[in-house]
C-alpha cells in the first residue's frame, strides 16, 4: 500500500491537469480499498479456522478480533494520512497552475492594451502629417470608445477567471488577492494615461491644423466656425485646445 500511494504521488506530479490528478488519486484509493477488503476477508477466514479448532483457542476470539481490528484501524489511519498529503500535493499544483494561468492572462491583456494604445498615437500622428485631420480625429473619437470597450471586456473576462480558479480551491482568493489589486491598479492607471493621451492627440490635431491653414490663409482670419466644420469638433472643444 506504501508503494501504490508513492506512485500515486510521483505520478500526479508528472500531470498538469486537475482532474487527471484526482481520477490518478481515486484509482490508487480504490485499489487500496479492494486490497484492504481482500486482507480482511483472508483475515476473518483465517480467525474462524483457528477458533474454531480447539477449546482453547475459542477463549482469545475476543482478544484476537480486538488486536485485529486495533490494527485494521492504525492501517485505515495511515492511508488516511496518505491520502490527505496526496490532497494537499494535488491542491498545491492546482493552486500554482491556475496562478500561472491568471498571471498569462493578466500579462497579455495589458500587453494587448499597450499595444492599442501605441497604435492609436502612431496612427494619429501619420493622418497629422499627412493632413487628414478630420480623419485623424475620427480616428482617435472611434478608438477611444474601442479601446474602452475592450478594457471593460478584459476586466470581466479577469475577474470571471478569478472567481472560477477561487471555486475550485478555496484559498486562491486569499493567497492571490495582491495579483487582482495589481490588475486593478494597472486598469486605473490605463484608463487615466488613455483619457491623457486622447487629450494630447486632440490637441495635436487642433493645433497642427491650425498652424497649416494659417499658412493656406496666410492674412485671413480663421473663426471658430470655420474650424468647427472642418475638424467637426465642437466649438467648446477647439476653445479648449487652442488655450
Given at each position: 500500500m506504501e508503494n501504490l500511494f508513492v506512485k500515486a504521488s510521483e505520478d500526479i506530479e508528472k500531470v498538469g491537469l486537475y482532474g487527471k490528478m484526482r481520477e490518478i488519486l481515486d484509482?490508487?484509493?480504490?485499489?487500496?480499498?479492494?486490497?484492504?477488503?481482500?486482507?480482511?476477508?483472508?483475515?476473518?477466514?483465517?480467525?474462524?479456522?483457528?477458533?474454531?479448532?480447539?477449546?482453547?483457542?475459542?477463549?482469545?476470539?475476543?482478544?484476537?478480533?480486538?488486536?485485529?481490528?486495533?490494527?485494521?484501524?492504525?492501517?485505515?489511519?495511515?492511508?488516511?494520512?496518505?491520502?490527505?498529503?496526496?490532497?494537499?500535493?494535488?491542491?498545491?499544483?492546482?493552486?500554482?497552475?491556475?496562478r500561472e494561468k491568471l498571471l498569462a492572462m493578466i500579462n497579455k491583456s495589458n500587453i494587448h492594451l499597450s499595444q492599442l494604445l501605441g497604435t492609436l498615437q502612431a496612427r494619429v500622428e501619420d493622418y497629422v502629417e499627412t493632413e487628414q485631420f478630420k480623419r485623424a480625429y475620427l480616428r482617435v473619437n472611434k478608438k477611444q470608445k474601442h479601446i474602452?470597450?475592450?478594457?471593460?471586456?478584459?476586466?470581466?473576462?479577469?475577474?470571471?477567471?478569478?472567481?472560477?480558479?477561487?471555486?475550485?480551491?478555496?484559498?486562491?482568493?486569499?493567497k492571490n488577492k495582491h495579483?487582482?489589486?495589481?490588475?486593478?491598479?494597472?486598469?486605473?492607471?490605463?484608463?487615466?494615461?488613455?483619457?491623457?493621451?486622447?487629450?494630447?492627440?486632440?490637441?495635436?490635431?487642433?493645433?497642427?491644423?491650425v498652424v497649416m491653414a494659417i499658412k493656406a490663409v496666410a492674412n485671413e482670419f480663421l473663426t471658430l466656425s470655420f474650424l468647427q466644420n472642418e475638424l467637426k469638433m465642437k466649438k467648446q472643444l477647439i476653445l479648449y485646445k487652442m488655450n
Amino acid at each position: 500500500m506504501e508503494n501504490l500511494f508513492v506512485k500515486a504521488s510521483e505520478d500526479i506530479e508528472k500531470v498538469g491537469l486537475y482532474g487527471k490528478m484526482r481520477e490518478i488519486l481515486d484509482g490508487k484509493k480504490e485499489k487500496v480499498e479492494i486490497k484492504l477488503r481482500q486482507v480482511d476477508d483472508k483475515i476473518e477466514e483465517k480467525l474462524k479456522i483457528v477458533i474454531n479448532k480447539t477449546y482453547e483457542s475459542k477463549k482469545f476470539e475476543t482478544e484476537a478480533r480486538e488486536f485485529y481490528f486495533k490494527k485494521k484501524n492504525d492501517i485505515k489511519k495511515l492511508v488516511q494520512e496518505k491520502v490527505e498529503i496526496i490532497e494537499e500535493k494535488i491542491n498545491t499544483l492546482k493552486l500554482e497552475t491556475d496562478r500561472e494561468k491568471l498571471l498569462a492572462m493578466i500579462n497579455k491583456s495589458n500587453i494587448h492594451l499597450s499595444q492599442l494604445l501605441g497604435t492609436l498615437q502612431a496612427r494619429v500622428e501619420d493622418y497629422v502629417e499627412t493632413e487628414q485631420f478630420k480623419r485623424a480625429y475620427l480616428r482617435v473619437n472611434k478608438k477611444q470608445k474601442h479601446i474602452d470597450q475592450v478594457i471593460k471586456n478584459t476586466n470581466r473576462r479577469i475577474k470571471e477567471l478569478f472567481k472560477d480558479f477561487n471555486r475550485n480551491s478555496n484559498d486562491f482568493e486569499t493567497k492571490n488577492k495582491h495579483i487582482i489589486n495589481d490588475f486593478d491598479r494597472f486598469i486605473k492607471e490605463f484608463n487615466e494615461t488613455l483619457r491623457e493621451k486622447v487629450k494630447t492627440l486632440e490637441e495635436l490635431i487642433v493645433k497642427s491644423y491650425v498652424v497649416m491653414a494659417i499658412k493656406a490663409v496666410a492674412n485671413e482670419f480663421l473663426t471658430l466656425s470655420f474650424l468647427q466644420n472642418e475638424l467637426k469638433m465642437k466649438k467648446q472643444l477647439i476653445l479648449y485646445k487652442m488655450n
